[in-house]
């Protein structure tokens, strides 16, 4: 799958433009994800994608990068086996168009605001 247009609110994937906030995987788009607290990522936020056994995981924190990903939630990761990424939005788009051709299982977590 490929990003095709981000800005605040709005992402475009492939031929579907999304305004809330995605899970992509290299399976399916989960829009409408949630976080039990909007600007923390927490581990109970992460079910779809530890589910999806990704090799990496690129998060991104939101427009302005005020999403907080506390060092609990990326040790959780970590000890799954998922390596992490994480960057305001825009950047991590860029990384996860040009990171999928490096690795076999690639997803996404992307806040589109804030």
């Known amino acids: 799958m490929t990003i095709t ?42 079910h779809e994608v530890v589910n999806a056994k990704p090799d990496l995981l690129v998060i991104g924190t939101g427009y302005y990068g005020k999403m907080q990903v506390p060092d609990q939630t990326i040790q959780y990761l970590l000890h799954k086996g998922i390596e992490v990424r994480q960057a305001a939005t825009k950047d991590s788009v860029s990384v996860f168009n040009s ?16």
């Open 5 to 46: 247009n981000y800005e605040f609110g709005s992402i475009s994937i492939d031929e579907t433009t999304y305004h809330s906030d995605v899970i992509i995987s290299p399976d399916e788009v989960i829009d409408s994800w949630w976080r039990k607290e909007g600007h923390s990522l927490d581990i109970d936020d992460l």
């Open 99 to 114: 990171l999928q051709h490096e690795y076999a299982r690639i997803v996404a977590a992307l806040h589109l605001t804030c």
